[in-house]
């Protein structure tokens, strides 16, 4: 009985984890929205399976950093998304040239 319970548990972890981590983004984004559909906290969703919290309704303008069109989508802009720098020095946006010699 306790050995069922406790791999159950486990694979029940290891689909989390593989949630989170592999499957593609959009679908990630859909588990979000559905889940704080029925009352979870999107922010602490959105955090765990490395998404942004938006409104999943569609209307494509949640993602976007400006506050006008979050709330137009019902959300509040994410803190972080807001005041993230948009210069060229930002490290996310670093581009790797690749030479290619034949």
């Not at 069109?69 to 690749?98: F, H, K, Q």
Request: charged share 15%.
């Amino acid at each position: 009985m306790w050995q069922q319970l406790i791999v159950g548990v486990i694979v029940a972890a290891c689909a989390l984890h593989a949630a989170t981590r592999y499957l593609p983004v959009a679908w990630r984004r859909q588990i979000v929205y559905a889940l704080s559909r029925r009352g979870f906290d999107q922010a602490r969703l959105a955090k765990l399976f490395k998404t942004e919290p938006s409104c999943g309704s569609g209307c494509g303008s949640c993602g976007a950093a400006s506050s006008s069109s979050a709330s137009a989508c019902g959300t509040s802009p994410s803190s972080g998304a807001a005041s993230a720098p948009t210069d060229s020095s930002n490290t996310a946006r670093r581009v790797i040239l690749l030479h290619v010699q034949r």
